[in-house]
Each structure stands twice: as C-alpha cells, then as structure tokens.
C-alpha cells in the first residue's frame, strides 16, 4: 500500500521552540516502505516503485503489516560520511548481480521517522509524538533500519551542530501534527546551504539552464547546470549581456567568453566534482 508523503516547507533560519522537535536532515531518498504480509514494497514520493533496488530492506525489523516513512542512505565507507551520491547510484542499478554487489560492499540503511499504519490500524491522525512512542515500540533496528534522533525545542543548537559538521540540515515537527499527504507548515526544513561563485560559460537552447563552470588549477571545468533562483528580470539582464559574448556552440549549448561571473547556493558538492541543486543568488560584478 502506497501512502503519498507528507512534504516540508523551507525555511531560512533556524529557531527554537517547545511546541516542535529537531531532526537532522538525512542525505538520501525519501522512501515509504509498505509491509503486507510477507510481502515488502518500497516506493519513491513520486510513487515510483524500487523494491529490487533494495533486497536488504526486504525483512522488516516490525511484527504485522506496516507502513512507513523515512530516507534510505549510504555511507561512504572511506569518510563515514551520508553520500546522496552512492545512494543514486544504488537506486539506478537494475541488474541483479549489480545490486548484490553493492549490497556486499555498500548496504544502504532505512532512517525512519515516521509510521503511518500498523496492523490494520491507521495512525495517521494520530499527534506526531504518539506514531513516534508507537514507532519505537514496535521496531527492532539492526544494522538496515534505524530511527532518526530527536531533540525537543533546541533547534538552533542542532543547526549549529549540522554545520560544524558540514552535513545536509535540519527538520523541524510540529508536536501536535497530523500526517497528510501534501505540503504542510507543520514540518519545515532549514538547509544548510554552501555558496561559492561560478562562471556562466553557456546556456540550453532547449530549455533553460545556464552551464556553470569552476576553476580549478588555473583551468576552467563543468560544475553543473544552473535552473533555480533566477527571476525573469535577471534572465532579461543575462541574455541582453550574453550577446556579445557567444564564442561558440554545439547540439545542446551556446558558449560564452569571456564567461559572466555569479554566486550561487548548493547543497554540497557531489562525488563526481558537481554543484548539487545549485540555485542562483546574484551577478558578481
């Protein structure tokens, strides 16, 4: 059974409050588990089904049917450290003999946080602090299923916490929430977000996306496509500059030189040198 997912709005600072609880941001996937039976099924929030994606999650630590919310993540087993990258590289996998080896040298982990049926019984109206005391009664975490901490009011000591540590940052419940299926003020994500500048050396012909390049040893390479965070009046400013400065094209791009200087914000970089998520904030003049 497939439950759509609760969504969070963003919000820019941190804060702290009784009346919620502080979670870290997990680097993975969002992924509801739905036990049925002997039966097993993972899904994407888009509903995208990847239960062969992931045969260690099959045996779920909970007695009865079940269905739960949560992000399934990798850890780089040179750093310690949550790696997105891993974890997509996991979930693009489709041959058998892939994943088994993966799963040998790289298993994933279930982080829960939240249930959303048990037994028949359906918990989703239920205040968030009951399906959690429900939750850790009823799951035996081993080494593939685990639940996120918590801490109650002190959310900024936790962001402070999340950035010493360079990780992804935090969530914020409220107490008292429901669980529904849409986007919902209750839950609210504070990203940790990185900035750094980039080059705009090109742009899509076919839709919009402005190519980002970083110099690194003296010499200029891709770091991704930049798509969010830029306003119509700042698309008008870029192609009235860019004009004069085209040096070159091929099927998807048009290339500018020199290139116009920017800022950006992003998550973190990936394994592969890119910008993660990479929003534009401003020219740089």
């Given at each position: 059974?497939?439950i759509a997912p609760?969504?969070?709005h963003?919000?820019?600072?941190?804060?702290?409050?009784?009346a919620?609880?502080?979670?870290?941001?997990?680097d993975?996937?969002?992924l509801?588990l739905?036990?049925?039976?002997?039966e097993?099924?993972?899904?994407?929030?888009q509903?995208?089904?990847c239960?062969?994606?992931?045969p260690?999650?099959?045996?779920v630590?909970?007695?009865?049917?079940?269905?739960?919310?949560g992000e399934?993540?990798?850890?780089d087993?040179?750093t310690?450290q949550?790696?997105?990258?891993?974890?997509?590289?996991?979930?693009?996998?489709?041959k058998k003999?892939?994943?088994?080896?993966f799963l040998?040298?790289?298993?994933?982990?279930?982080?829960?946080w939240?249930?959303?049926?048990?037994?028949?019984?359906?918990?989703?109206?239920?205040?968030?602090?009951?399906?959690?005391?429900?939750?850790e009664?009823?799951l035996?975490?081993?080494?593939?299923?685990s639940?996120?901490?918590q801490?109650?009011?002190?959310?900024?000591?936790?962001y402070?916490?999340i950035?010493?540590?360079s990780m992804?940052?935090?969530?914020?419940?409220?107490?008292?929430s429901?669980?529904v299926?849409?986007?919902s003020?209750?839950w609210?994500?504070?990203?940790?977000?990185q900035?750094?500048?980039?080059?705009?050396?090109?742009?899509?012909?076919?839709?919009?996306g402005?190519?980002?390049?970083?110099?690194?040893?003296?010499?200029m390479?891709p770091?991704?496509?930049?798509?969010?965070?830029?306003?119509?009046?700042q698309?008008?400013?870029?192609?009235g500059?860019?004009?004069?400065?085209?040096?070159?094209?091929?099927k998807?791009f048009?290339?500018?030189?020199p290139?116009?200087?920017?800022k950006?914000?992003?998550r973190?970089?990936?394994r592969h040198?890119?910008?993660?998520?990479?929003?534009?904030?401003?020219f740089?003049l």
């Amino acid at each position: 059974m497939f439950i759509a997912p609760m969504l969070l709005h963003s919000r820019e600072k941190a804060f702290s409050d009784q009346a919620y609880i502080f979670e870290p941001q997990i680097d993975g996937h969002r992924l509801i588990l739905s036990k049925s039976e002997e039966e097993t099924r993972l899904f994407t929030r888009q509903h995208n089904e990847c239960t062969s994606q992931y045969p260690e999650l099959w045996q779920v630590p909970i007695d009865g049917d079940v269905v739960l919310d949560g992000e399934v993540c990798c850890t780089d087993p040179e750093t310690g450290q949550l790696d997105f990258g891993l974890v997509m590289e996991r979930f693009q996998l489709k041959k058998k003999d892939k994943i088994q080896a993966f799963l040998n040298q790289r298993p994933v982990n279930y982080v829960i946080w939240d249930i959303l049926f048990h037994k028949g019984r359906d918990l989703r109206g239920l205040p968030l602090m009951k399906r959690r005391s429900i939750l850790e009664s009823v799951l035996l975490p081993n080494n593939y299923f685990s639940l996120v901490p918590q801490i109650e009011e002190h959310g900024e000591d936790l962001y402070q916490s999340i950035v010493d540590k360079s990780m992804e940052g935090i969530v914020a419940k409220r107490k008292s929430s429901t669980y529904v299926s849409r986007r919902s003020h209750d839950w609210l994500k504070i990203i940790n977000y990185q900035y750094t500048n980039v080059y705009l050396a090109g742009y899509r012909k076919d839709e919009f996306g402005w190519l980002a390049h970083v110099k690194e040893n003296g010499k200029m390479r891709p770091a991704g496509i930049i798509e969010l965070g830029v306003s119509p009046a700042q698309k008008k400013v870029f192609r009235g500059i860019c004009k004069q400065l085209v040096s070159g094209e091929d099927k998807n791009f048009v290339y500018l030189d020199p290139p116009i200087q920017a800022k950006v914000k992003f998550r973190n970089w990936t394994r592969h040198g890119l910008l993660r998520t990479p929003s534009f904030v401003d020219f740089v003049l």
